[in-house]
């Protein structure tokens, strides 16, 4: 597609002082000062003419981007987070046609939020066994390109994410060996100490993220390789952009497993995992997940990867305003949110078409979020145990239920988004537990990894599932499925919320 782009350049218009993504409906000239193109940046104009977009000058520039435009050579889709037209600004996405040309698909005023939810980087569709399908119309994540992520290397050690504003430092090699491995791991409190006294590119107000800006560098592109059984990991594709970001995992040789990449946030879980353990909130972007991890599991201090962030304070902070029609607008994110949700389970095909056909409060524009969206409304200052209550503000209104162990609880809620595993099976989908995330361990069921945290199970109960997960009798007389070291509760029908 990049060779096809500069190709047209022998229709070239003439430079242009201009700054702004701008439109001209009288001479029907688009003008893109910046588009990301595979890590590179275009300076474009098009044409219109007729239905369609044409590219009639495509330029290489080497000037730091003002906005999050970019292509997606995979799946032809362009975004263009901000056009002017006679002063108006909107967010537009066009989609290849062939022969240099685009058809618009979306127009909507452009996004002018504290908080946005960036893209969640996947470009295919899978079906519920896991086999690659058209993304038209099967209102999966893909179908959906919302804030597309984009970066700029500084080339001094920290990169810009143009969708949040935010600056993150680029490596996370703390003890500056020009190496990446376990001895720079930092426990949570190191880590917040490390953060705040860090000095990098004369900077000295970086702070450690909190798990929603943490989760804003997640990249659904990756693989998750906890199935994974060889030692070579060149071939394997993190969930977080390394052609930006410095990604190394497990140090194998100081006896670390491959998949412990979790990386260190500032929010601890307000009540506790493991029957009484302290928690943080983590991401590891080896396995592509948010769990809690205790802080002192077993009486001796767990590290983590560490990854520093400066500017944007305010990001992460949700503003919620009740509409009084059945729907919940967060102007900090700049979506809309059903107020209630689905009262009942579903697995996730039946969930994305509840989404796709919902008409509440007359809108038809209804989809279910992709994870990104969906964990922006997680709070989590809020849990079953300390304010009996889901781990979401108490403006929407939650369907609680009787967990496995006997207690009231609330449910998980899935995502739009598949979650790849490196064995090439993509039969699982993302999911958001708002109540305790159960477990079953040494005969006893408990909250594992916490209320907020992101986990992934099968989208359908037609799977075969693997000798890996079993079934073992809950409290309330009946059959639950475990899986994994923690014996995660398998949760195949989850509730829903859908977005727009």
């Given at each position: ?44 104009f098009m044409q219109h003419n007729n239905q369609y ?282 979506l809309m949110w059903q107020k209630s949700d689905s ?83 993509q039969n699982s989908a993302v999911y958001i537990n ?67």
């Amino acid at each position: 597609m990049i060779k096809h782009i500069l190709a047209a350049i022998f229709m070239a218009l003439p430079s242009l002082c201009l700054s702004l993504d701008s439109y001209n409906p009288n001479t029907g000239i688009l003008y893109i000062s910046h588009i990301n193109v595979a890590g590179k940046n275009y300076e474009v104009f098009m044409q219109h003419n007729n239905q369609y977009f044409k590219v009639t000058s495509a330029t290489p520039t080497s000037t730091l981007p003002s906005s999050a435009n970019s292509y997606n050579s995979q799946n032809g889709t362009a975004y263009f987070s901000s056009i002017d037209v006679n002063g108006e600004k909107y967010q537009v996405s066009m989609q290849h046609q062939g022969d240099l040309q685009f058809e618009v698909t979306s127009v909507k005023p452009a996004n002018n939020s504290v908080y946005p939810t960036v893209d969640t980087g996947q470009s295919y569709c899978y079906d519920s066994s896991g086999t690659q399908v058209n993304c038209l119309d099967s209102g999966q994540d893909a179908t959906y390109t919302q804030n597309p992520p984009n970066y700029t290397n500084n080339s001094d050690g920290t990169i810009i994410d143009n969708v949040t504003g935010l600056m993150w430092q680029q490596s996370p090699d703390t003890n500056g060996d020009k190496q990446v491995d376990s001895t720079d791991k930092l426990t949570q409190y190191q880590a917040e100490l490390y953060c705040s006294n860090l000095t990098l590119a004369n900077h000295s107000d970086w702070r450690l993220p909190d798990i929603k800006t943490m989760y804003s560098l997640i990249d659904f592109s990756g693989e998750d390789v906890s199935s994974y059984t060889g030692s070579d990991t060149n071939g394997l594709n993190p969930f977080i952009n390394n052609n930006y970001f410095d990604f190394v995992y497990g140090d194998t040789s100081a006896g670390e497993r491959i998949i412990d990449v979790q990386y260190a946030t500032s929010t601890l879980y307000v009540s506790t995992t493991m029957n009484g353990d302290k928690t943080m909130f983590g991401v590891n972007m080896a396995d592509g997940r948010i769990k809690g991890y205790g802080i002192t599991p077993r009486n001796s201090e767990k590290t983590f990867t560490v990854q520093c962030v400066r500017r944007n304070d305010s990001y992460a902070n949700n503003s919620f305003t009740d509409n009084n029609d059945e729907t919940i607008t967060d102007t900090a994110t700049d979506l809309m949110w059903q107020k209630s949700d689905s009262s009942t389970t579903k697995e996730w095909d039946e969930a994305i078409s509840y989404c796709e056909k919902d008409t509440t409060a007359s809108y038809h524009d209804w989809r279910l979020p992709n994870a990104k969206e969906l964990q922006s409304i997680v709070d989590y200052s809020r849990s079953p145990d300390t304010t009996n209550s889901a781990a979401i503000s108490a403006i929407f209104n939650a369907t609680s239920m009787i967990n496995e162990a006997g207690e009231k609880d609330w449910g998980a809620y899935w995502s739009s988004t598949t979650h790849k595993n490196s064995s090439g099976v993509q039969n699982s989908a993302v999911y958001i537990n708002f109540g305790r995330a159960l477990g079953y361990m040494n005969n006893q069921w408990m909250d594992v990894h916490g209320a907020g945290a992101q986990r992934s199970d099968p989208k359908s109960s037609s799977i075969n599932l693997d000798r890996s997960f079993q079934t073992v009798a809950d409290k309330n007389g009946e059959s639950a499925i475990i899986h994994g070291p923690q014996g995660d509760v398998v949760r195949i029908n989850n509730y829903v919320r859908c977005v727009r």
